[in-house]
T-cell receptor, first 118, second 110 residues
């Protein structure tokens, strides 16, 4: 159990267009989800925390108007990269916190989305 | 969250035990030690976590020193599929995100 599905796994888009990435918790509810970005040979960097029914909390240096996050249900969070530019090309990964875990808390990760902006 | 220090890379022969160390000398009493791994171009995978007692599951064992300032992840019989970057993360078990450091790149060789 505890599967996180992320879609698409790979996307190529033209500069200036917008791209939406979906993150779904398939068999559990997640009030909180997290979005990360990873550049080649680098570690994961937290971009934002997404909470169902409220505004996302962005990390310092992450533009909230460029990286739009919507968490409209307990099983779905979306990240939209608006007006994408080549420097936005990266591996984007979502993570979900399963509701009700208590002290044995783990975070579950999607398989990632490789975004390439031409 | 407390900072962690891990070796940049390690090698291990297939079938042997892989012992991955992690230093977390500034850990506080209520912070947990988590281990995740990331196989190339995939999302991180949970391995194990613990507070102060040693832990074992079907994937690995976690040995935490008595003073909790360091720990070792043990993969008892490494396979080629265990080649990955292994992240040791210390955090409060309180619903916040995981902060990933640079991790250890483990290469399992035939």
């Amino acid at each position: 159990g505890a599967v996180v599905s992320q879609h698409p796994s790979r996307v190529i888009c033209k500069s200036g267009t917008s791209v939406k990435i979906e993150c779904r918790s398939l068999d559990f509810q997640a009030t909180t989800m997290f979005w990360y970005r990873q550049f080649p040979k680098k570690s994961l960097m937290l971009m934002a925390t997404s909470n169902e029914g409220s505004k996302a909390t962005y990390e310092q240096g992450v533009e909230k108007d460029k990286f739009l996050i919507n968490h409209a249900s307990l099983t779905l969070s979306t990240l939209t990269v608006t007006s994408a530019h080549p420097e936005d090309s990266s591996f984007y990964i979502c993570s979900a916190r399963k509701n009700g875990q208590g002290l044995n808390e783990k975070l579950f990760f999607g398989s990632g989305t490789q975004l390439s902006v031409l | 969250d407390a900072k962690t220090t891990q070796p940049t890379s390690m090698d291990c022969a297939e079938g042997r035990a892989a012992n991955l160390p992690c230093n977390h000398s500034t850990i506080s009493g209520n912070e947990y030690v988590y281990w995740y791994r990331q196989i190339h171009s995939q999302g991180p995978q949970y391995i194990i976590h613990g507070l102060k007692n040693n832990e074992t599951n079907e994937m690995a064992s976690l040995i935490i020193t008595e003073d909790r300032k360091s720990s070792t992840l043990i993969l008892p019989h490494a396979t080629l599929r265990d080649t990955a970057v292994y992240y040791c993360i210390v955090r409060l078990n309180s619903g916040y995100a995981l902060n990933f450091g640079k991790g250890t790149s483990l290469l399992v060789t035939p």
